[in-house]
Each structure stands twice: as C-alpha cells, then as structure tokens.
C-alpha cells in the first residue's frame, strides 16, 4: 500500500511539473500581450494582468522548488549506498588483482581510489602491500603511515612492515618476529605472505640456497600454489638453470592455465631460450585475456619480428606506446621500434625513436648499444662514440657485478664479496639494491666496518640520521650490534593445513 501511494505521489508530482513546463510559455504569451494592452502609467502602479501573472510564477516556482528538494533528499539518501557499492567493488578487483600476480594493476586501481577517497584506510593499506607485493618497497612506509592514520588495523601494519623489512633483507630486524607469528598461529593468508617476504628477501641478497628452503617447504605444505613456483623459478634463473625455471613455470601454469601472469613469464623465459614458437602462442593466448597488457605486447611484438612479420610488430608497438605505459616499459618499445628500424635501414626513424628509448630509460643497455649504431650509420660519428661509450662503460660495470654474482655463488656467506656488490650497486646508483646487499653483509657479519660505514653514509644522505648514526657507531666501534637469530621459517602449525585445492593460488 505505501508503495502504490508512493508511486501516485511521485506520478503527481511529475504530473504537475511537466504541466507548469508547458504552460509556463502561454503565461509569457499572457503577459506580452498584457504590456501591450496596459496603459501607461506613471512606473507605481501595477497592472491586473501583471499581479495575477506574477502571483502564479511564484506559485510555480515554489511547487517546483519542493519537487526539487524531494529529487536531491532522494538522491542525498541513494549516493551513500552506491558509493560504498563503488569502493567496496574497487577494492575487491584490487584483491583479484595482487591473487593473480599482477601487483602493477592493484597499484594503478588503488591510486586511482585514494585520489577520491583520501579517507580510505583499506586503500591505503591494500596500496602498501601491492608496492610491496611488486618489489618497490621504497613506496611502502608512505602508504602504511597513511592507514595508520587513518584507524587501520595496528597489528596488520606492524605484519606488513615486518614483511617489507625481511623482504628489503634486513633480516635481523624482521626475522624474530615473523617466526613468532609464524609459531603463534598464523592464518593461511598471512603464512603464505611470510614465507613470499622471506623467500624473495633470501633471493634479492642472493642466499638462494635459504630461499629455495623456504619455497620448497611452502610447496611441502600446499603443493599446488603457483606463487611459490613463480618464486622458485627466480631461483633457478640465478642459478643459471635455465631448464629448471621453465619447469617451475610449466608446473604453475598446469596449476593455474587461466592466469595471464603465470603464462606470460613462462612465454619470456622460453623466448631467451630460443622457443619462439611457443613462446608466441603463449603471448597471444595473454593477449586475447588482457589486451592492453603492456608486457604481453611487447612480448607479442617480440615474437613477431623474429618471425619477420615486421609491419605485425610495429601496429603493436604503437598500440603498445598509445596506452600510456611506464618508462621502462615504454623504453622497452621504441627500442624494439628502433631496431625494426635500423634493420630497415630507416636511419632517420631508428636515431628518433632509439634516442625517446634511452631518455625514458637510461638504464637500457641494448637501447644505448642500438643508438650509437644508428647515429654511426646516420654519419653522426661524434654522437655514435659518446652513446658507445657510455654502452662499454656501464658494461663493464655489468661484467664486475656478474663475476662478484658468480663468486657468491660458490661462496655465498663471504661478506666481503657481499659488501662490494653492494658498493657497486651504490656507484651505479641503484642506492634500494645495494643497500639490501650492505644489510645482507650483516646477515653473517654484524659488526663489518665497511658495510656499516657504507650504510651509514647512504641513510645520512636518505636524512635518516638516527640510523646513520646507529650503524656509524657499530662501524666504529663504539657499539655492538644486535644478536642474530635463526630466520628459517618453520612449517604452517597444522590448524592452519588447507586441502591441495585450496593451495592452487
């Protein structure tokens, strides 16, 4: 009953607005031709027709003004509702996004989000770990502030920034108390994001026989997870086992064959080892799912030109450059489009587009290296020498690090071969890596002077002088460090075991 009341108030009412629409041209018709008739008077007297016409308008205009009030009191009690629809279902695809291995597309999502909801804690929260999740663990504690601010859950921060520390491979800092959660009871969530933290910060200090410990003793527990596969495949590419990796991937892709992230790395590791063909209907089948995914084009474009379908190639590079990719990625493709280029003896082109490759991304080696083969061609010698130049240079650093990568191999817990990678890594000026390696020279010598001075030196220039001054003081002397503790992870406590099934993640 009250809905068919409802319904006649609401047809009244519209009833009556499209009415006082359409009368409201007769009333000026009406007083036009009042003014035309009204004597003239002396500007204080008003005529009839004027009172009456004046009289209605405002009459319309009042009912109107209630009819609108209703309309937005209506739409005031509706926008809540379906704006918490809005957030609730954006958070929800960023979720499905970090399950599916593609932390770049929940960081986009979520950045988008805090845009317009800056008071959106999850977000915020959701947002550090998808940094995390994605290896820039420098954006993390920006965001982990911010959730806390904002109310979030104190112990799911704390979780987190223990992650991103293990993860960053200060060890020391982290390991102790992930273990704890670990023999606490941790949910299955939280478990598998400990032993993922844990094992990529073993793989990024290059302790892989502790990461591939840590990977293997996850898939002991849930042997169907495609996470824990993907990781251990990064093992067995720093190992050199190119044969091994492929393997890892083929077992994550017979335990997720629908996931675009999963076929897509199987596809680019089986492009380095020459399987283009493969390789090729692996990127395609990418393509069909995720279109616009910037690697799986690159990857695409790739597989064409070894193929010789050049003009194939070029639609998706420029398909590719058209969607507003990231620098590296961009680089990636107009240094494909270059080449393309070159081999077409189109100096011109191949110098434009080489040159938009290495200001976008000056750490592209093959992009620098085509450049100068491009200028040389154009008759551009000078610049040809100073871009091959620059190539020998930051390839000989490359060389000094890929032999201190092979020395750690054969001698990983010798933390002078640690401390140099470091410096290295410094010089280049990827300051997050090499500080990862110096913290990794702690793992197995607390008190090294020269990777605690090198640390010091690189958090004083970070303005983080409290730990500057903490590792100066142990590099000089002045302090012990902290002990260490074990850091091997031990099993999920049996209350947390899930069926296989439930493992395939």
């Known amino acids: 009953m009250h809905s068919a009341k409802a319904r006649v108030s609401w047809r009244r009412w519209w009833w009556e607005r499209t009415s006082l629409v359409s009368s409201s041209s007769s009333m000026i018709e009406m007083r036009a031709t009042a003014e035309q008739q009204a004597p003239v008077s002396d500007g204080l007297a008003v ?23 209703i309309v937005a009191l209506l739409c005031a009690a509706a926008y809540r509702p379906l704006r918490q629809v809005s957030l609730d279902h954006r958070l929800a695809k960023a979720r499905e996004a970090l399950r599916d291995f593609h932390p770049e597309a929940a960081i986009d999502s979520l950045t988008k989000l805090v845009a317009v909801r800056p008071d959106c804690a999850e977000a915020e929260f959701l947002l550090a770990a998808a940094y995390r999740h994605a290896g820039r663990l420098d954006m993390v504690e920006p965001h982990l502030r911010r959730a806390a601010e904002l109310g979030w859950d104190a112990d799911e921060i704390d979780r987190q920034a223990c992650l991103t520390f293990f993860q960053a491979g200060d060890f020391r800092r982290a390991g102790a108390e992930l273990m704890q959660r670990m023999q606490e009871g941790a949910s299955d969530d939280e478990a598998e994001e400990i032993y993922e933290a844990m094992g990529r910060g073993y793989t990024s200090a290059m302790l892989l026989k502790q990461a591939a410990f840590i990977f293997e003793a996850w898939l002991g527990w849930r042997p169907q997870s495609a996470r824990a596969r993907l990781l251990l495949a990064d093992v067995a590419a720093l190992r050199g086992d190119q044969e091994g990796e492929i393997n890892c991937y083929r077992e994550a892709v017979r335990f997720r064959p629908s996931n675009v992230e999963v076929r897509r790395r199987l596809a680019r590791a089986l492009m380095l080892s ?20 910037p690697e799986v084009l690159v990857g695409l474009a790739e597989c064409e030109e070894r193929h010789g379908r050049r003009d194939e190639a070029k639609k998706l590079l420029e398909a590719l450059l058209a969607s507003h990719p990231n620098d590296q990625q961009r680089s990636a493709a107009l240094a494909l489009h270059g080449q393309i280029a070159l081999a077409e003896r189109d100096y011109t082109q191949a110098v434009r587009v080489l040159q938009e490759a290495v200001d976008a991304h000056p750490a592209n080696l093959p992009a620098v290296y085509s450049l100068s083969q491009a200028l040389s061609h154009a008759d551009r010698a000078d610049e040809a020498n100073t871009y091959l130049d620059r190539w020998r240079i930051a390839q000989a650093a490359e060389k000094k690090l890929d032999e201190l990568h092979e020395q750690i191999l054969s001698h990983p817990e010798d933390p002078d071969l640690r401390a140099q990678v470091g410096q290295a890594l410094m010089d280049q000026g990827a300051t997050n890596a090499g500080t990862n390696w110096l913290l990794s020279v702690l793992y197995y010598h607390p008190s090294h002077p020269f990777a605690n001075r090198l640390l010091a030196e690189c958090y004083e220039r970070a303005g983080q002088r409290d730990l500057a001054a903490h590792y100066r003081a142990i590099s000089e002397g002045k302090i012990e460090p902290a002990s260490e503790s074990s850091l091997m992870p031990v099993p999920a406590p049996a209350a947390n075991q899930s069926t296989a099934e439930e493992g395939a993640r």
Not at 278 to 293: I, Q, S, T, V, W
């Open 47 to 69: 005529a009839p027709s004027q009172a009456v016409e004046q009289g209605r308008r405002k009459a319309t205009f009042a009912r109107a003004g209630i009819g609108l009030a």
């Open 274 to 293: 020459h399987e283009v063909d493969e390789a090729y209907e692996l990127f395609l089948a990418c393509f069909r799912d995720r279109p616009g995914d």
